[in-house]
């Protein structure tokens, strides 16, 4: 891949990630809040683990299989989160989405901003046909901001993940670019990217 984008929002700033985001990301994943509501982060988060997760997001930016945007406020350049582009599968034309948010910039509407740049980004730029994702069914803020930018749920992958020695239920929503590029001609797009 080439250089990796920045995007922007009316309040946050999306751009790539570096290794001066490790003690960041071992801060606010660390959290139990946090790491209670996300399916791939442990808790105690360990020593160490914002590194490798570092390493290996650079690597696989390289080899052409994902895209990790730090969300940034841009009033305060403050770090606010994580949200990837992750599994990207060429043959058929799709990819997930994960995300997450600092405890501290939950309920601001973050989210469900910092994603309408990185579905154009997904649709437009990766030229994806699907964009997919998933959250623990007792997690449903993570259902309402797919919901509210246009995700369909597809179903409930029941017991799919074990989370602190407990089945969790899993949801999946997802967006086709047909659907996406109808939510646009409604919603408008509201971003820019720079490169």
Same mark, same amino acid.
């Given at each position: 891949m080439t250089a990796q984008a920045t995007? #922007?929002?009316?309040?946050?700033?999306?751009?790539?990630l570096t290794f001066e985001d490790a003690p960041f990301?071992?801060?606010?994943? %660390?959290?139990? +809040?946090l790491a209670d509501a996300m399916i791939s982060i442990p808790h105690p988060y360990p020593n160490g +683990?914002?590194?490798?997760?570092?390493s290996k997001q650079l690597a696989e930016f390289e080899?052409?299989? %994902?895209?990790?945007?730090?969300?940034?406020?841009k009033s305060e350049s403050v770090f606010s989160g994580i949200i990837e582009v992750r599994d990207i599968e060429r043959e058929h034309s799709q990819a997930e989405l994960s995300f997450w948010l600092a405890v501290e910039a939950w309920g601001q509407g973050y989210m469900s901003e910092a994603l309408k740049p990185?579905?154009?980004?997904?649709? +437009?730029?990766?030229?994806?046909?699907?964009?997919?994702?998933?959250?623990?069914?007792?997690?449903?803020?993570?259902? #309402?901001?797919? &919901?509210?930018?246009?995700?369909v749920q597809e179903g409930v992958l029941r017991q799919?993940?074990?989370?602190?020695?407990?089945?969790?239920?899993?949801? $999946?929503?997802?967006?086709?670019?047909?659907?996406? &590029?109808?939510? $646009?001609?409604?919603?408008?797009?509201?971003?820019? %990217?720079? %490169?």
């Open positions: 995007l #922007k929002t009316n309040r946050l700033v999306l751009r790539p990301i071992q801060t606010f994943a %660390s959290v139990r +809040e +683990e914002a590194e490798r997760y570092i080899a052409g299989h %994902s895209v990790t945007f730090v969300i940034e406020s990185v579905l154009h980004f997904g649709f +437009e730029d990766l030229s994806l046909n699907r964009l997919y994702g998933y959250h623990m069914v007792r997690n449903p803020a993570s259902g #309402k901001v797919f &919901q509210k930018n246009g995700f799919r993940v074990r989370k602190s020695g407990v089945f969790e239920d899993v949801a $999946l929503w997802a967006i086709l670019h047909r659907d996406w &590029q109808n939510s $646009l001609k409604i919603i408008g797009k509201g971003f820019h %990217s720079t %490169s």
